[in-house]
């Protein structure tokens, strides 16, 4: 079964949305991301995906702090993504309560320190973060496109024994106009066995449907959730058992 992660996106300490990436899209919808948490826990949910909008664009950390509230409050196993770019910053958000960290700019720019981290850690601690723009990877908080196929990119960390992969297309995400069903299925046609959560353009129970049915494994669920789109009993009563 497909497994639900919801997200709290941060800047500045709040529960935000963006659309596209913009950040001059931001719509708050919480100033307190642990109670947020504490809903999402309280509908039966186990992950969460939690992004540091502010260090993914600055390229350090920025919300350590809010993790460790979260982790301390929750049981929920928290990925945690934005600004690691050095080893100190990946123990730190370890040391915060992560269980998890995403990787994106990071694993483009400098594979082989991703690589010694899942050697170091173990490769079910990292999570490669593929974010497109169509189909090429997009770094630096999403502000800059690269020239990078995202099978090419899968595929070598594929091959080097990595298997778990956020793929976030940029221009789904925050629409609520659907998920990229066909680029999903091309990644998993590829590369099969590999551990594929999609992120971006979630509008209804239907699409997490779609998305079990090519073979995910998980699934992000962001505005959709904020919007009411997806309600937590609807999760509670059919997805989560």
Same mark, same amino acid.
């Given at each position: 079964?497909?497994?639900?992660?919801?997200?709290?996106?941060?800047?500045?300490?709040?529960?935000?949305?963006?659309?596209?990436?913009?950040?001059?899209?931001?719509?708050?919808?919480?100033?307190?991301?642990?109670?947020?948490?504490?809903?999402?826990?309280?509908?039966?949910?186990?992950?969460?995906?939690?992004?540091?909008?502010?260090?993914?664009?600055?390229?350090?950390?920025? +919300?350590?702090?809010? !993790?460790?509230?979260?982790?301390?409050? #929750?049981? %929920?196993?928290?990925?945690?993504?934005? /600004?690691?770019? @050095?080893?100190?910053?990946?123990?730190?958000?370890?040391?915060?309560?992560?269980?998890?960290? +995403?990787?994106?700019? !990071?694993?483009?720019?400098?594979?082989? #320190?991703? %690589?010694?981290?899942?050697?170091?850690? /173990?490769?079910? @601690?990292?999570?490669?973060?593929?974010?497109?723009?169509?189909?090429?990877?997009?770094?630096?908080?999403?502000?800059?496109?690269?020239?990078?196929?995202?099978?090419?990119?899968?595929?070598?960390?594929?091959?080097? /024994?990595?298997?778990?992969?956020?793929?976030?297309?940029?221009?789904?995400?925050?629409?609520?106009?659907?998920?990229?069903?066909?680029?999903?299925?091309?990644?998993?046609?590829?590369?099969?066995?590999?551990?594929?959560?999609?992120? /971006?353009?979630?509008?209804?129970?239907?699409?997490?449907?779609?998305?079990?049915?090519?073979?995910?494994?998980?699934?992000?669920?962001?505005?959709?959730?904020?919007?009411?789109?997806?309600?937590?009993?609807?999760?509670?009563?059919?997805?989560?058992?």
């Amino acid at each position: 079964m497909i497994e639900i992660i919801p997200a709290i996106d941060l800047i500045n300490g709040q529960c935000v949305r963006l659309s596209k990436g913009e950040f001059s899209s931001k719509k708050v919808y919480s100033d307190d991301p642990v109670s947020v948490a504490l809903r999402f826990q309280a509908a039966g949910l186990k992950r969460l995906h939690l992004v540091d909008l502010d260090g993914a664009r600055k390229g350090i950390p920025q +919300n350590l702090k809010v !993790l460790s509230r979260i982790a301390a409050a #929750t049981s %929920l196993t928290i990925d945690y993504g934005g /600004g690691i770019k @050095k080893e100190e910053d990946l123990l730190a958000a370890f040391d915060a309560g992560a269980s998890m960290v +995403n990787i994106g700019s !990071l694993a483009l720019k400098d594979r082989l #320190t991703v %690589l010694s981290w899942a050697e170091k850690y /173990g490769s079910s @601690k990292i999570i490669i973060g593929a974010d497109v723009q169509q189909e090429s990877i997009v770094i630096n908080g999403w502000q800059k496109q690269t020239a990078i196929n995202v099978l090419d990119f899968i595929g070598y960390y594929h091959r080097q /024994g990595l298997n778990q992969f956020c793929c976030t297309d940029i221009e789904k995400d925050g629409m609520l106009s659907g998920t990229s069903i066909p680029l999903y299925k091309k990644v998993l046609k590829v590369f099969p066995g590999i551990e594929l959560i999609a992120s /971006g353009g979630v509008s209804s129970m239907e699409d997490i449907i779609q998305l079990e049915n090519i073979g995910c494994s998980g699934v992000i669920l962001g505005k959709c959730l904020y919007e009411h789109r997806v309600t937590l009993d609807e999760l509670r009563s059919t997805i989560v058992n």
